[in-house]
């Protein structure tokens, strides 16, 4: 967490009484949501399925618009971004999913600077920077491998230097343990938590309660739509 006092941080993400109805549905996804996470947080957030997580995440990237209530993140004030900056937006952004989502006919090292290509940034710069975040989630080795000839948890290992490759000030890793197994789900977090530590503020989705126990940190619970708990727990690796 970034030093400084707590009133000093930006907040990252901010929901002033968000609510979310499904149309088709009717459902009540979210109900009277505020929420801040600050710059330099770590966060977890849990709940049952069907709880709204999902929900909460699709707001915070724009996949979907909030009932009533305000989103704002990363200082766009989402009810009022125009659609043609969505993608600059979502740029400041970087997502890790369940299910990794590599691009299977690219190795590596081109599944990472894929990313970089798209928004036309300088050659030299992908030269310089693609190997530097490889080697920051540990896979320099396996640059030039594909992603059928990985483990699931070095997949994930790639989908994170994907997502840091941009240098987002914001990541949301959505289950990102969810595939992979339970002793590399520590390795994940660890690394997470690292990247954390250089600054990058991280949102988990998670529903591994030994895994939130362990580590400690904000845990967000959603239940029924709601905020139910949200305080700052000491993990059990702590002395
Ligand atoms: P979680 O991610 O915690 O499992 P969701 O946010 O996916 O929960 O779902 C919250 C509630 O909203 C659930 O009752 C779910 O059935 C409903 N819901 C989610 N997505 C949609 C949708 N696209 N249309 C209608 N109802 C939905």
């Given at each position: 967490?970034?030093?400084?006092?707590?009133?000093?941080?930006?907040?990252?993400?901010?929901?002033?009484?968000?609510?979310?109805?499904?149309?088709?549905?009717?459902?009540?996804?979210?109900?009277?949501?505020?929420?801040?996470?600050?710059?330099?947080?770590?966060?977890?957030?849990?709940?049952?399925?069907?709880?709204?997580?999902?929900?909460?995440?699709?707001?915070?990237?724009?996949?979907?618009?909030a009932?009533?209530?305000?989103?704002?993140?990363?200082?766009y004030?989402?009810?009022?971004?125009?659609?043609?900056?969505?993608?600059?937006?979502?740029?400041?952004?970087?997502?890790?999913?369940?299910?990794?989502?590599?691009?299977?006919?690219?190795?590596?090292?081109?599944?990472?600077?894929?990313?970089?290509?798209?928004?036309?940034?300088p050659?030299?710069?992908?030269?310089?920077?693609?190997?530097?975040?490889?080697?920051?989630?540990?896979?320099?080795?396996?640059?030039?491998?594909?992603?059928?000839?990985?483990?699931?948890?070095?997949?994930?290992?790639?989908?994170?230097?994907?997502?840091?490759?941009?240098?987002?000030?914001?990541?949301?890793?959505?289950?990102?343990?969810?595939?992979?197994?339970?002793?590399?789900?520590?390795?994940?977090?660890?690394?997470?938590?690292?990247?954390?530590?250089?600054?990058?503020?991280?949102?988990?989705?998670?529903?591994?309660?030994?895994?939130?126990?362990?580590?400690?940190?904000?845990i967000?619970?959603?239940?029924?739509g709601?905020?139910?708990?949200?305080?700052?727990?000491?993990?059990?690796?702590?002395?």
């Open positions: 967490m970034k030093k400084g006092k707590e009133g000093a941080r930006l907040s990252m993400v901010e929901l002033k009484n968000v609510s979310v109805t499904y149309a088709s549905s009717g459902v009540d996804a979210l109900n009277n949501v505020s929420l801040k996470i600050n710059d330099g947080d770590f966060a977890f957030v849990v709940g049952s399925s069907g709880a709204g997580k999902s929900t909460m995440i699709k707001l915070i990237l724009k996949e979907i618009d009932t009533s209530g305000s989103v704002i993140v990363n200082g004030n989402l009810d009022k971004l125009k659609r043609r900056k969505i993608p600059e937006f979502r740029r400041t952004i970087g997502f890790v999913f369940q299910d990794f989502r590599l691009i299977p006919s690219m190795t590596v090292y081109e599944n990472v600077a894929f990313v970089l290509r798209v928004i036309d940034a050659r030299k710069y992908i030269r310089k920077r693609v190997p530097y975040v490889i080697s920051l989630v540990g896979l320099q080795a396996k640059a030039n491998s594909y992603p059928n000839e990985l483990s699931g948890g070095e997949k994930q290992r790639v989908a994170i230097a994907r997502a840091l490759v941009n240098d987002p000030k914001l990541i949301i890793a959505d289950e990102p343990t969810g595939n992979i197994d339970p002793e590399l789900s520590y390795e994940i977090v660890e690394l997470l938590k690292g990247i954390n530590e250089c600054g990058t503020t991280i949102l988990m989705v998670t529903h591994e309660h030994d895994l939130v126990r362990h580590f400690g940190g904000r967000i619970n959603i239940t029924q709601e905020v139910v708990f949200d305080e700052v727990i000491g993990g059990a690796n702590e002395v």
